[in-house]
């Protein structure tokens, strides 16, 4: 009886740490292909950068005119706001890459 125990707890253990690898390997290449489609995107945004370097701009323009006028101003803000933010960090990051 305890043999039998035995056996079917290391069952059991095989197929536990089988299910975890399977997971491990599924999550690994869901990583993969999520850095993958981040690089094409990446690579697709330089290309139309380059192509059309005010084409962000003039998307955020159309898209500003869709929205209601209370909105606009706040839009306005949070564009402004991140703009600021970007550039403090850029500070930072120069001053740390300094030290």
């Known amino acids: 009886k305890e043999k039998q125990e035995k056996i079917s707890l290391q069952k059991k253990f095989e197929k536990e740490s089988n299910q975890k690898m399977d997971r491990d390997i599924h999550y690994k290449s869901m990583v993969r292909k999520v850095d ?4 094409y995107t990446n690579i697709i945004e330089k290309k139309l950068l380059e192509k ?15 929205l209601p ?3 606009q101003g706040t839009f306005v803000k949070e564009k402004q706001k991140s703009k600021t933010l970007s550039k403090g960090l850029q500070k ?6 300094e030290r």
């Open 36 to 39: 993958e489609i981040t690089e």
């Open 69 to 71: 006028r209370a909105l």
């Open 92 to 97: 930072s990051l120069e001053k740390g890459i």
């Open 52 to 66: 059309a370097p005010n084409l962000l701009e003039e998307s955020q323009k159309e898209y500003l005119k869709t």
